[in-house]
């Protein structure tokens, strides 16, 4: 897999993503052909899409200068490349994992408006129009809301969309289990809740809450 076609692959997903949000594309032929696909966050405006794309495949070129098979994550995109093809494949062979280092005070309410929400947007991300997202926020209390996102790379089918979620979502007892927060992170989709507004358009009332956070790969 010849660096000059990883070059011109992550040039084409630089300049084409930003358009649509996605792009899923090839470079090269025969055994020199090398896979790839960029996502920007559902939520996410044109120009913030750009930038991230922008830096994702400058950062994965110095991150992964050799590797046959690379991926990147970032808050706004996702970028991969492999020198085998992986479209509409769900892939959840590598996962990262964050998560808030506090605890919930009432666990019991917590994770049963947690599933409720999570079973919600679930759903609404592998209708066709939502092209794999989802999104939404429900309140803890008269002063705590919930907020939570989930996202499908769009070369999914909505069985493949919802399987790979579920397969985020069964992560969260063993490595979220009553954190304020928590992020599944894998090829195929990912899976995010914050007691803070962290996609858009955001809340104004309590953006900008404590954000501590721990990784665990």
């Not at 000059?4 to 649509?20: A, D, H, Q, Y």
């Not at 008269?142 to 992560?171: G, K």
């Not at 007691?195 to 858009?200: D, I, R, T």
Request: proline fraction near 4%; charge should be positive; include cysteine.
């Amino acid at each position: 897999m010849p660096s000059s076609n990883i070059n011109n692959l992550l040039s084409e997903l630089v300049l084409k993503t930003p358009s649509t949000g996605f792009l899923a594309t090839t470079f090269g032929k025969e055994k020199d052909q090398v896979y790839g696909l960029a996502q920007c966050r559902g939520d996410v405006s044109t120009q913030d899409c750009s930038i991230c794309i922008e830096d994702a495949a400058k950062q994965i070129r110095q991150r992964c200068p050799n590797q046959a098979d690379a991926r990147i994550w970032y808050d706004f995109c996702f970028l991969r490349y492999n020198n085998k093809t992986f479209a509409s494949q769900v892939d959840t062979s590598f996962g990262i994992f964050y998560y808030n280092v506090e605890n919930v005070t009432d666990p019991k309410t917590f994770n049963n408006k947690l599933g409720s929400l999570m079973d919600e947007i679930r759903a609404e991300a592998v209708v066709p129009k939502q092209e794999g997202l989802g999104k939404g926020k429900t309140k803890l209390s008269p002063f705590v809301t919930l907020y939570a996102l989930v996202q499908c790379t769009r070369d999914l089918s909505e069985i493949s969309c919802a399987q790979c979620l579920a397969i985020s979502v069964s992560n969260f007892p063993t490595f979220c289990n009553n954190r304020k927060g928590c992020r599944v992170l894998y090829s195929s989709c990912y899976v995010r809740y914050e007691l803070y507004p962290f996609f858009f358009p955001l809340d104004s009332d309590n953006a900008g809450a404590s954000k501590k956070t721990m990784r665990a790969v």
